[in-house]
């Protein structure tokens, strides 16, 4: 089995600051995929950051890094220089790649207010 | 926009009825995935289809179904509904079933009253 935890259920964070929004996970499985995924108020559901389990750095995308630590099975997401419209719902994500399908499990989710 | 276009984007209906919800994938994609989120459950696994077989399935109800055509949308049929159905449904598409990156289209939300 799977299992994404998101600890935190809201964050504050002033603009150009940076922020990591937690995640931990759960697999036995030895080959997996963490992902992170905005959800602004409108609802769609944005891509962000990929970190497959075998990948020797940390994922970076622009403004988001991925901090993998897989010894603690945890992949936060660091936002650097956080902007106005950062604020949304953060969702952490995984699949398992020996399955022979993609589902995503989701976390919880993180509710991210970036203030002026 | 990720490509993946989902109609209707609002849906109201009532208790008992039945609703069909239409998923296109973004251009050359094979895979479709169906997610539901809804407050109490969250964002929740459906199933998915790979070039019009079914892949893999979730937490989907036996009320629900769903299938994916020849020319690879989708459709998830959702009978009988009760209030507990009201979510924000979710359609996602990848170029293969093994693929790390997922598509989503902007959802449709289902109201059941």
């Known amino acids: 089995a799977q299992k994404i935890t998101q600890t935190q259920p809201g964050m504050f964070v002033q603009e150009k600051e940076a922020v990591t929004l937690d995640c931990t996970y759960d697999?036995?499985?030895?080959?997996?995929?963490l992902f992170w995924y905005k959800q602004p108020s409108s609802g769609e559901m944005i891509f962000l950051i990929y970190q497959g389990s075998y990948d020797q750095q940390n994922a970076t995308e622009g403004r988001y890094s991925l901090n993998f630590q897989k010894a603690r099975k945890s992949a936060n997401l660091v936002i650097s220089a956080s902007q106005l419209g950062d604020s949304a719902m953060y969702f952490c994500a995984m699949t398992l790649k020996n399955t022979g399908f993609q589902k995503l499990v989701f976390g919880t989710g993180t509710r991210l207010l970036v203030s002026p | 926009d990720s490509g993946v276009t989902q109609t209707p984007k609002h849906l109201i209906t009532a208790t008992g009825q039945r609703v069909t919800l239409r998923c296109s994938p973004r251009s050359g994609d094979l895979s479709v995935y169906w997610y539901q989120q809804s407050l109490d459950q969250g964002l929740q696994f459906l199933i998915q289809y790979y070039n019009g077989e079914e892949r893999a399935k979730g937490n989907i109800l036996e009320r629900f179904s769903a299938q994916q055509f020849p020319d690879l949308h989708s459709e998830l049929n959702l009978s009988s509904l009760e209030l507990g159905d009201s979510a924000l449904y979710f359609c996602a598409s990848s170029p293969g079933p093994l693929w790390n990156e997922q598509f989503f289209g902007p959802g449709t939300r289902l109201t059941v009253l």
């Open positions: 697999t036995s499985d030895p080959s997996y995929g």
